[in-house]
């Protein structure tokens, strides 16, 4: 009976493996097929590993929106095992790539959701990366997982972001607290933050303002919410989540700069994976900031924001 239940268990564990695998295949089309065009030339045909063939390969990888530094973190170590006689034929070095890219990529996200009960999660991003639907997108997970869930509609200079945020959450049966437009972001934080107390919400998540125009008020202004934050609750921001546009590409970069400079920046959420060929930006991100990837976004439906799986994304992106 026992062995019956694990052997059930194990098959379920694989078969979402397997359906994750290639949700990631399918959605990440773009990027592989851009690596395709750009790959065909260097991987094709078995080959000597040569200067021209890492020449040709940079090019390549620049094509995906790696960034230059990324891709010499990627070669360096390949350059070295070439110099010493290994890695000799192309499809040696392929294998040898997907590890080196994999090293990069693994870094292990903080839990989801913290420990802290409330557990408040600051959702930060500029204007138009889908910071507010990926709130609603979360929301959704942590309800069918079975926690209590409430949204906080601290982006008040945006009437648009609080009245998107008050229909995910008639939508998702999920409560919403807010304030009028143009009222102070802190005090909505301050009392979203009381009220997930006084109901033993388990998480609040927090929608903040997102003005690229006005950066330094924009991060001034984080910096007081995080502090009211703790005000309400020793502690809190217990996770602070950075939505990135993929289709942004290397402008990605400044913007992981500007919030960090913020408030520490605790891991990403990478949303329009399916729509770009820019997939690449995940590894330049991760290299360069060494801040884990918990969740991309696939689509636009509400269960395609999927946990971000290094393996599952390399063996996508990677014709």
Not at 47 to 69: H, K, P, Q
């Amino acid at each position: 009976m026992f062995k019956w239940l694990r052997q059930k268990e194990e098959k379920t564990a694989k078969d979402q493996e397997k359906n994750l695998w290639g949700k990631f295949r399918e959605r990440l089309s773009h990027t592989r097929e851009r690596l395709k065009e750009s790959l065909e030339d260097v991987f094709v045909i078995e080959r000597a590993v040569d200067e021209e063939f890492f020449e040709e390969l940079e090019e390549a990888l620049i094509t995906a929106d790696i960034n230059i530094d990324t891709i010499k973190a990627l070669l360096t170590p390949l350059r070295i095992k070439v110099s010493q006689g290994e890695l000799l034929k192309s499809s040696e070095f392929k294998k040898a790539l997907r590890a080196e890219m994999l090293k990069i990529l693994s870094l292990e996200p903080p839990p989801f959701p913290p420990e802290a009960r409330p557990a408040a999660i600051f959702v930060v991003g500029v204007n138009g990366v889908g910071k507010t639907t990926s709130i609603a997108k979360l929301g959704f997970r942590l309800k069918n997982t079975g926690f209590s869930v409430m949204f906080v509609a601290a982006d008040t200079f945006r009437a648009a972001a609080i009245e998107q945020l008050e229909n995910w959450g008639q939508r998702l049966e999920i409560p919403v607290i807010k304030q009028k437009p143009g009222a102070d972001p802190a005090s909505v934080v301050f009392e979203g933050l009381n009220a997930a107390k006084s109901r033993q919400i388990d998480v609040a998540l927090i929608d903040t303002a997102g003005r690229l125009h006005t950066k330094y008020n924009l991060m001034e202004e984080l910096k007081k919410m995080a502090r009211v934050a703790g005000k309400a609750i020793p502690g809190a921001p217990h996770l602070n989540m950075l939505v990135i546009d993929a289709t942004t590409g290397q402008n990605a970069v400044s913007q992981v700069k500007w919030f960090s400079q913020a408030l520490p920046v605790h891991t990403l959420i990478i949303t329009k994976m399916d729509g770009t060929a820019k997939g690449g930006i995940a590894l330049t991100l991760a290299h360069l900031f060494k801040i884990p990837i918990s969740f991309i976004g696939l689509g636009e439906k509400l269960e395609d924001l999927e946990p971000f799986d290094p393996k599952a994304f390399v063996d996508a992106i990677l014709p």
